[in-house]
């Protein structure tokens, strides 16, 4: 799951139902303010090779200042890679409690020992555990629109059920003090399969530990190296950069909605095996969610693409939304998709899907048939990990830019 579709504060109370939630709401994007101002008068992030023992000649420099962290993170993969999640813990003494770092959506939400039969699986958070546990009292319940796994959101499929509480939350032995969290009281079925507790959110305002490390002094960015499963060594940075995983520079490009929750980009132009059409010029905002494993767009771009891949890609109407083709005809079926950017400085980059995304594996009700990684989605359009995990992504909330380097 990543992205955040809609949340209803349920129950009236002293503390106002958080507003975070509502500003990841895509039709509210246009009405919340652009805080231009974040895209210039910061310094350049550091870039950190974190095997140095060297502390960074900046962190020398500001006394209070807290050097960058890396959480190793696991893959949750099911036939294809779907989500990466690492180790946080909450509470004194610590629980470990595995989330997934989502750039999709905003707030801390995990499992609670309140969750009775719908979290048997995950591992649950005790509070009366916890003696710097502060419960808000605050429910309220929160839907996102792209799940775990690769089949379109129906409905409230995936919904939590939360209640507002605060605690501390380590981060990579980075500690913040009275971070806002949410503790989930009961959740929809689909969410029984995840090996992880709960959901992180990265979004592109600080929030939570987050803000708290950098009311701290660490630098307001961090960073992504999410690889296909089989070559592992996946990490979040919090703070920094580790240049150890990528050779070449970062291109950044500017997040086209700042000022909001929202990592997007403007892409003026798709192609596919280097051809491309009218209708794949057409410039559109792409959110970019690292919670989401397969792509989003509108029908037509959906369709636009598939034919330049194969006629034999066909909408599989027993789950709306999805295509496939037989499975048999993948491995010789070229597939590049290039997704144009343009960078900080105004000049094009295209971030690259290779021919291997273009299967997601066999579907349920059809085992010779295998779904295609793009589910048409009217209404939003993004891309996850098939996209991410082939660059080192930074996410600079300071200067409200995303960076990739090829890997
Ligand atoms: C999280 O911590 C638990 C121990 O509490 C450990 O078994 C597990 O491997 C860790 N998970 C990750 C993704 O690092
Ligand atoms: C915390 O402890 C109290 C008193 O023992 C108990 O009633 C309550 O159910 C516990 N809460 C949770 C979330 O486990
Ligand atoms: C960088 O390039 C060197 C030399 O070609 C190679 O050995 C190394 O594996 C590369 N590192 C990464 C992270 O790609
Ligand atoms: C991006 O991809 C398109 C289509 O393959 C290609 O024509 C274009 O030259 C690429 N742009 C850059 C900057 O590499
Ligand atoms: C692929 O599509 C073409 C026509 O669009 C059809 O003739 C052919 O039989 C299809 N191949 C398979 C394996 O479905």
Redesign the pocket.
Do not use: L, Q, W
């Given at each position: 799951m990543g992205f955040i579709r809609d949340n209803l504060p349920k129950v009236a109370s002293p503390s106002p139902p958080r507003m975070l939630y509502s500003l990841s709401l895509p039709l509210l994007l246009v009405s919340t303010c652009h805080a231009a101002a974040l895209n210039s008068h910061h310094p350049t992030p550091h870039v950190i090779k974190l095997q140095s023992r060297v502390a960074p000649r900046e962190a020398t420099l500001r006394r209070r200042a807290l050097n960058p962290t890396t959480v190793p993170l696991a893959d949750f993969f099911l036939g294809t890679d779907l989500q990466w999640y690492g180790n946080i813990s909450v509470g004194t003494p610590p629980q470990d409690i595995s989330v997934v770092f989502d750039t999709g959506s905003s707030t801390l939400e995990f499992a609670s020992t309140m969750c009775k039969s719908s979290c048997d699986n995950q591992v649950r958070f005790d509070q009366n555990k916890s003696s710097t546990f502060v419960d808000k009292k605050t429910t309220s319940s929160i839907t996102f629109s792209t799940g775990v796994g690769v089949d379109p959101v129906i409905g409230e499929n995936y919904r939590l059920e939360l209640r507002a509480a605060e605690d501390t939350v380590t981060v990579g032995g980075l500690v913040a003090k009275n971070v806002a969290l949410n503790l989930i009281t009961s959740q929809t079925a689909k969410f029984a399969i995840n090996p992880f507790s709960g959901i992180q959110g990265m979004s592109a305002q600080a929030e939570g530990f987050f803000a708290g490390l950098i009311a701290q002094g660490l630098p307001s960015l961090f960073s992504l190296y999410v690889t296909p499963n089989a070559i592992g060594g996946a990490e979040l940075t919090v703070g920094g950069i580790d240049s150890s995983k990528f050779n070449g520079t970062l291109t950044y490009a500017p997040n086209s909605t700042p000022g909001t929750a929202d990592w997007t980009l403007t892409s003026p132009m798709i192609?596919v095996n280097?051809k491309?059409t009218p209708l794949l010029r057409r410039s559109r905002d792409v959110f970019f969610d690292s919670g989401t494993s397969n792509i989003l767009f509108s029908t037509d771009t959906t369709e636009a693409i598939y034919a330049l891949i194969s006629p034999n890609i066909t909408a599989h109407a027993s789950e709306p939304g999805t295509y496939g083709i037989a499975c048999s005809l993948i491995p010789t079926l070229p597939a590049v998709i290039?997704l144009?950017f343009v960078d900080t400085n105004g000049k094009?980059?295209?971030l690259t899907i290779p021919s291997s995304e273009l299967s997601v594996g066999p579907f349920a009700d059809a085992p010779e048939t295998c779904q295609t990684l793009i589910n048409a989605f009217d209404g939003l359009e993004l891309v996850g990990g098939s996209v991410l995990k082939h660059y080192y992504s930074v996410w600079d909330v300071g200067k409200q830019r995303i960076g990739f380097a090829a890997i």
């Open positions: 192609a280097g491309t290039d144009g094009a980059f295209n």
